[in-house]
């Protein structure tokens, strides 16, 4: 692409920066081409750039408003030099020098070295009608976030673009870009962590250290294709600050329902079913459910449903097609009396046959051509693979647009369907100069700003944000005592104020595909999409041989959300495809369906890490050094790929296995150094072999029977029943249709396998009725302590905010091979109730 760098100098302080004692405030020399650049402390850890000028002005409508400075309780001082200023805010030293370029430097009070710091002499740059930021660069470091990427997790030495496609069929290690736009780049090392976040929706590139010039020494460049430069730095000693702070600046993950942790089923062919209709291969699937006897929470209507009955048979979205759906009501409310909840696709475009195209060019709810002064056409997905027709995006900052979606969304709401799935919503709009309507009212202050009213000035992924805002506002508030659940393909850091859970797209099948996907993962969590996970088995490609599926189902369910859904395009009917189902494959269907039980079983600890995750912003998926930054090992190259082992919480770390045939894994067990006691692992399957911490060890895998599952010594699992349940406080019908009440608790302790040394261990859960907008959320706490001949108990209610579960008493299960008696720590009665199903001793805690 064109480039045209000019590099502003000679800068001098404003007035607003003599004013300001913690802020630095800046004006370039050149009269022509004159810029502002600024510097603020917002927050003991976060910090706040500007670059701008009259013709590279800040985002219009920026992912997140500019927070109030909170620095009361916080040491501030300055220092001020000759073209320089040093400010310490607790314990980071900020300083900002101006002698050339502007030149930030971030480092902690009594060290010498910068954590971060900008280019010297090409710090601020800008570029024909954006921007170029150049930082040095470590390539020791590791670099995570920027949404979802391509494989391995560690992004240093890579080049990523800022932007979003409908990227179906990728290759896990090499197409770029994908799904997501977050401009989130962190840089991590064992003296700390620094965060780059910009606040743009517009496109753009990340160099990460990928770029060599000798000149210039080692840096790292981020691009903007249109304005000017709003960033925030984040500074922590450990990824878990950084990531907390980020989620203080831009919202923390709103709360999921407690059914979508649980299995949600899915495939396009279902609802593009003509003989038999749609409705009764969908009633047939959920009758196989109970004949399998496999449990199942939620299902993901693909848009066949809304493909006209009649030539042009394209997709119309909020519509219905009568003959594959006679009554959706009637059929909705029978699904619901299966305990199945249903989420419905829907798309931001319309093709030229929708009955409701006119009505949007009316009321200018399109994207406008310039050239033509009508609505901006372009090739759309009609129905089946690979079939397009001409059609429109929906604008979201038409205010008439976005009161249309409003009002589909809740016109499916009120037929019984439960969530929204806002799909391809990626805006691949092809031209930067179509025109925006911006008379909704979200918009409206960037509207007053001047900034020119086109897609590349504003970016095209605000309307992702703004989609989602539209379906959440419009089930909030139909139920507004509820939590929305919007699933969303794509997002920005914004869009997930609104969605509550996405994944990664139309991914494949294969060996690769699986293990690729880990890394997506964990640089989604710590983007704060954490409530996500892949279409088990792979969307698109060849059927999954049983070895794989089944390896692809035990490593699902220990993720946030466990999903089987795909579109297999096949050369016989491209237009329905092939699914993959629980029970594709007799010969493993009780393995298939055990393991999908064990998943409902774990669900108590699963939900807790969604709660955790609202409340805290740390992701339930965490990289194997998180937590444990004082291990060397952990900075390795193999470990910071982050393909093949993860811990989910803090009490499993589950590995994997990436290749037929294959039934071992090698798995690393981190060490925290400054733990005098660290008790290590235990193999949580068979030999059930207990490790030392801080070592490379080889554990069995056969496929049939588990993946690499390790539990830390001193963890807990709260469990529940192996099927659906419904919890107190939950009336929604598909809940009340559910058989089996949550008044089972268990949990499963890891103690070791002598003496803890005095050393008792803790783990907190939290639960909560799983439905309620503003929940009242209770959290119970489990301590363990151990002799060679007992196991002493610790175990404590908080619910004191009102939530109280149906379950009573506590069954403490003990580890394959531990047969040493438990006793209370407060002289409760604890009973011996005897052996669970796979031969672990129990014993009962009464209430």
Known sequence: MPQKEFCPKSYQETPAGAQSSAAVHLRSGSDKRQFDFSFEPIRENLFRVTFSSED??????????KPVTSLEDIHVSTEHGFQQKTIEVGDVIASVEWANTPVVSLSWKGTDKPLYRDLPLRSYVADA?????????????????LGEKRAPMDLSGRHFQLSATDSFGYDVYNTDPLYKHIPLLIKASPAGCVAIFSTTHGRGTWSVGSEIDGLWGHFKVYRQDYGGLEQYLIVGKTLKDVVRSYAELVGHPILVPRWAYGYISGGYKYTMMDEPPAHQALMEFADKLKEHEIPCSGHQMSSGYSIAEVEPKFRNVFTWNKYRFPNPEEWIAKYHSRGIRLITNIKPFLLGSHPDFQKLIDGNGFF???????????RLWSAGGATGGDGCHIDFTSAFAFKWWY???????????????NDNNEYTIPDDDWQLALDEPTVSDGAKTGVKGTVGDWGRAMHTELMGKASHDALLDLEPNQRPFVLTRSATAGTMRYAASTWSGDNVTSWESMKGANALSLNAGMSLLQC??????????????PELLLRWIQLGIHSPRFAINCFKTSPENNSVGEVIEPWMYPEITPLVR??????????????????????????????????????????TKTLKSGEEQFWFGDTIMVGGVYQPGVNFAKIYLPRKANDQFDFGYVNMNEPY?????????????????????????????????SVHTRVPGDETPASVAVEELDDYRGVEIFPPRGSSHGRAFSTTWFEDDGISLKPSISQYTVSYSSTEEKVTIGFTRDQKSGFVPAWKELDIILHHGDERRVVSDIGKPVEYKGRDHRGRVVYTLKN
């Open 532 to 545: 996500c996970g892949h279409d088990i088995g792979g969307f698109e490609g060849p059927q999954p041989s």
């Open 594 to 635: 055990d393991t999908i039980k064990r998943r409902y079983e774990i669900l108590p600890y699963i939900y807790s890490l969604g709660l955790e995750s609202h409340l805290t912003a740390s992701p339930p998926q965490r990289w194997v050094g998180w937590g444990y930054e004082t291990d060397p090992e952990v900075w």
């Open 407 to 421: 009002n589909g969304v809740q016109s499916l709401k009120r037929a019984g369907i439960d969530g929204m799935w």
């Open 689 to 721: 072999t207990y490790f030392a911490s801080g070592q490379w060890v080889e554990v069995p895998s056969e496929w049939k029977k588990s993946i690499p599952l390790l539990a830390r010594i001193g963890g807990a699992i709260p469990v529940g029943k």
């Open 129 to 145: 009608s954006g921007i170029a930021h150049y930082t040095e660069h470590d390539r020791n470091d590791l670099h995570v976030g």
């Open 56 to 65: 590279h002005p800040l985002p219009p409508f920026p992912s997140v408003t």
């Open 368 to 378: 406008k051509n310039p050239e033509t002064n009508e609505p901006g056409y372009m």
